[in-house]
């Protein structure tokens, strides 16, 4: 017979006796601590025992019972013993702050009383945190069995919740203050930190840990028990009433901040409020708090009046912008980027100033005197010379004088353009939006004034004709840097191009610039705008080029010809489609369909005309050549003899002299070679031996007898105009003090138009405009075939955008134009729709 194994078998648990008399016993041994531990004399207790009895308690299936005997227990406590050491702390002061009503209390007295009560709640607080932390370790095992089954809160929750029911919302009961509505302690709570936090705003030091202490206690309470994360007492009590009182105190100081007048204040006092909340949250309050106060404060002291600020006559945002005030524009943008994050206000700030400034300086070139050469300093000395002594140059003429004011217009668009940049840099942290809305308002008044492209282009030809030679790279750089922008900002840009073109050939033709600054300037053209722009240009820079190889080419065809002879030939061959007429000179032009009367040049100059046309010829056959006096110079040798009877100084001796004069003073020159002494030929006389417009002779003439320094002819009468019928003879007793004299070269020199030739240009502009938009229907309604007109019209404008600004009636011209040349149709049954013909 198998034994049978050994088993273990557990423990029998005694029989309990379930009578309830087993639980007065383990209460009453409770009681006695939870009373030894108020009064903090639990050194002597055993947690062991203590933790039985509650043990024995639950076990007995009592725990319901002990659950609201302890809660009776603290009950009863807060009534007896808390609660009236709390009153006791309750003065008539201190009602007077819960009401917002104590006048002749001062600060000092307001402090000393609130905090002595924080100091009476915080104590109170902190016996009942320590206690209740030792009650729930006793009730431990309460808390695992019977709390959990019953789906109660838990022991310490609702212990720790008995000081917000039982002190903080308790009555107030002040026997000689009839209180008009209840108040409680928590208001009391809630006005003394309001009134210490008020008195920290106006410079006072408060007890910032007390107040920190009780906010923290704030956030350990809840509304319930379930203790829910956002029903914090601080956040459903305090923290409205404290957001709600901060903003009543901001609005009140914002009133005065607007009564003094100063936005340099106020951006100072904002800044500084915006920083002592944000302490105040991490110190004293709660970082909970942080945004809300933030947006407050954001919302009172910016927000609410931030357009009278800005407005503020003498400090606003208009004195900030002129008197260069960069601390506060940049405390401006970093207030006004914490509540709009587009800073609209301050872009219409800053538009508006950029085009009032803008507008000044338009005004304040046509109020200046540009007659002296002092304030004209940007003016062409060649144009300042025009008709007088360059030397002596007291007053500017009239076409010298704008060339100034145009030159000054520029100059002072980019010094504030300079200015705008700075202030981004700077103060805004060169924020997109701000320069966005800036470059925005610099393009409205440039193109506001009707002549900026001429301007532009006048300044870009004086810089790179006056300014480049013997400068640093990074000061050509800034001159490149200055004409693109510049170039960004014009919406007439096909107007542009048709003066620079102009004042372009003029450099080059006269060799007044670096031809390696004008193509870097010309490539920046091209990336900017496209090969379209910038096709005539390189035609020009390419002309140039071919004509410097094929004049040394010439040359050293006619050394190896063995032809002697005494004038040497410097050619440039121009392409009549690159280069404007302007430049080429009245020659280019037809009237009438009449080809314009040619000069009678020397027989030395038709020779070696003839000679260049004959190896010009030799690879190039078909071609024509025109031979254009109003665009070149001469270098001519002049000898001027010994005048009888001096015997001393430069007359007493012959005198040799390489005068520097145009083409068309060259033939003039040539006619005085055959003249015997004495004679001398009018105007007329020379046209008709020249035969040289008249207008060309006459400005001749004048550079050749008026300028002291050129004055090689001898003018009758005397006087600074020249007319068809004056006379004109050799000036013998010429003197100059240099060997090579230069005679002023009218054509060379770029100017400001009047109004005839600018009338002209326009002209001249705008039926360029219609071709161009010609070009651009008849592309469009090729590749989509059928349009409405709004849909052609938009595509238009886009598609022109770059080279200037279509105007919608010129827009409807130009279909009209191609429907009777029958490049379009309207579509049957809908005239405000368009079908292209093939």
């Not at 914090?232 to 009564?259: G, I, V």
């Not at 490149?480 to 107007?495: N, V």
């Not at 032809?563 to 050619?571: A, H, N, P, S, V």
């Not at 279509?806 to 409807?812: S, V």
Request: with cysteine; glycine share 4%.
């Amino acid at each position: 017979m198998a034994s049978r194994p050994n088993k273990i078998r557990p423990i029998r648990r005694p029989v309990m006796n379930k009578d309830k008399a087993e639980f007065e016993p383990c209460w009453e041994l409770l009681k006695g601590a939870l009373t030894d531990i108020h009064n903090k004399n639990a050194t002597d207790l055993s947690f062991e025992n203590l933790y039985r009895a509650s043990y024995k308690i639950v076990l007995f299936r009592k725990g319901h019972l002990l659950y609201e005997h302890v809660k009776s227990f603290e009950e009863a406590w807060f009534r007896n013993h808390v609660l009236p050491a709390v009153n006791s702390l309750v003065s008539g002061n201190l009602i007077n702050v819960a009401l917002q009503n104590s006048p002749g209390t001062s600060a000092h007295e307001r402090r000393e009383t609130g905090e002595r009560f924080l100091r009476g709640i915080r104590n109170c607080w902190d016996d009942h945190n320590t206690s209740m932390n030792m009650v729930a370790d006793i009730l431990m095992y309460m808390e695992r069995v019977y709390v959990t089954e019953a789906k109660l809160p838990s022991i310490f929750a609702t212990t720790i919740g008995l000081f917000r029911d039982y002190l903080l919302r308790s009555y107030v009961g002040v026997s000689d203050h009839a209180l008009d509505e209840p108040l409680v302690i928590f208001d009391l709570v809630n006005a003394v930190i309001l009134d210490l936090i008020n008195m920290e705003r106006d410079g006072d030091i408060i007890d910032r840990n007390l107040v920190r202490q009780i906010t923290a206690m704030l956030e350990s309470l809840y509304e319930t028990d379930e203790e829910l994360e956002n029903a914090k007492l601080y956040l459903t009590d305090f923290e409205p009433r404290f957001l709600e009182a901060s903003r009543t105190f901001y609005q009140n100081e914002c009133e005065k901040l607007l009564r003094d007048g100063n936005a340099s204040t106020w951006l100072r006092h904002t800044q500084r409020r915006l920083r002592e909340e944000q302490e105040r949250c991490d110190t004293t309050l709660s970082i909970l708090t942080t945004e809300k106060i933030a947006n407050v404060v954001e919302q009172e002291l910016i927000v609410a009046h931030l357009n009278d600020f800005l407005a503020m006559e003498g400090s606003g945002v208009r004195s900030m912008i002129d008197n260069d005030r960069h601390e506060d524009l940049s405390i401006l943008y970093q207030l006004i980027a914490r509540v709009d994050k587009t800073k609209a206000a301050l872009q219409a700030s800053l538009q508006t100033r950029v085009m009032e400034l803008g507008l000044e300086i338009e005004n304040t070139i046509k109020n200046t005197d540009f007659s002296a050469p002092a304030v004209a300093a940007g003016a062409d000395a060649e144009v300042a010379a025009e008709g007088g002594d360059k030397a002596k140059a007291q007053l500017l003429n009239p076409a010298a004088q704008a060339t100034a004011a145009a030159i000054k217009w520029v100059e002072d668009v980019l010094q504030l353009q300079d200015k705008f940049d700075k202030l981004s840099s700077i103060c805004f942290s060169n924020d997109l939006g701000l320069q966005a809305a800036v470059t925005k308002s610099f393009t409205e008044f440039i193109n506001m004034f009707n002549r900026s492209s001429e301007f532009v282009s006048l300044f870009i030809d004086d810089s790179l004709k006056r300014g480049i030679r013997g400068r640093s790279e990074e000061d050509i750089e800034a001159v490149l840097q200055k004409a693109i922008m510049l170039l960004r900002y014009l919406t007439d840009r096909d107007l542009f191009e048709r003066y620079y073109q102009k004042h372009l050939g003029r450099r080059l033709l006269h060799n007044k610039s670096e031809m390696h600054v004008e193509k870097e300037l010309v490539r920046r053209m091209r990336a900017e705008l496209g090969n379209h722009f910038t096709l005539k240009f390189e035609g020009m820079f390419k002309d140039i080029e071919l004509s410097k190889d094929l004049a040394e080419n010439y040359r050293d065809h006619v050394r190896n010809l063995g032809e002697g002879t005494r004038i040497e030939l410097g050619i440039q061959v121009l392409t009549t489609n690159n280069w404007p007429p302007e430049i080429l000179g009245r020659q280019a032009v037809t009237k009438d369909g009449e080809s314009p009367p040619e000069c009678n040049w020397p027989a030395d100059i038709r020779r070696l005309q003839d000679s260049f046309y004959n190896y010009y010829q030799r690879d190039r056959s078909g071609r024509v050549l025109t031979w254009l006096a109003t665009t070149g110079t001469a270098d001519v040798k002049c000898t001027f003899p010994k005048i009888p009877g001096k015997e001393s100084g430069p007359l007493s001796k012959e005198r040799r002299y390489e005068i520097n004069v145009s083409t068309y003073g060259m033939v003039v020159l040539e006619l005085f070679n055959d003249l015997a002494e004495g004679e001398s030929l009018t105007a007329e006389e020379i046209q008709a031996k020249t035969n040289i417009p008249m207008p060309d002779l006459l400005r001749t003439l004048a550079s050749l007898s008026l300028p002291v320094k050129s004055r090689v002819l001898l003018k009758e009468p005397q006087s600074k105009n020249v007319k068809p019928t004056d006379r004109f003879a050799f000036n013998a007793s010429f003197v100059s003090k240099t060997i090579k004299i230069k005679a002023p070269v009218v054509n060379s020199t770029s100017r400001v138009e009047d109004p005839q030739e600018r009338k002209e240009t326009e002209k001249k502009n705008e039926e360029t405009r219609a071709y161009v938009i010609d070009a651009a229907l008849v592309r469009i309604m090729k590749q989509r075939k059928e349009l409405s007109h709004v849909q052609l019209t938009n595509e238009v404008i886009t598609q022109l955008a770059g080279r200037f600004q279509p105007e919608i009636p010129l827009i409807k011209k130009r279909i009209e134009d191609l429907i009777t040349r029958e490049y379009l149709e309207r579509v049957e049954g809908d005239t405000a729709a368009y079908r292209y013909l093939a």
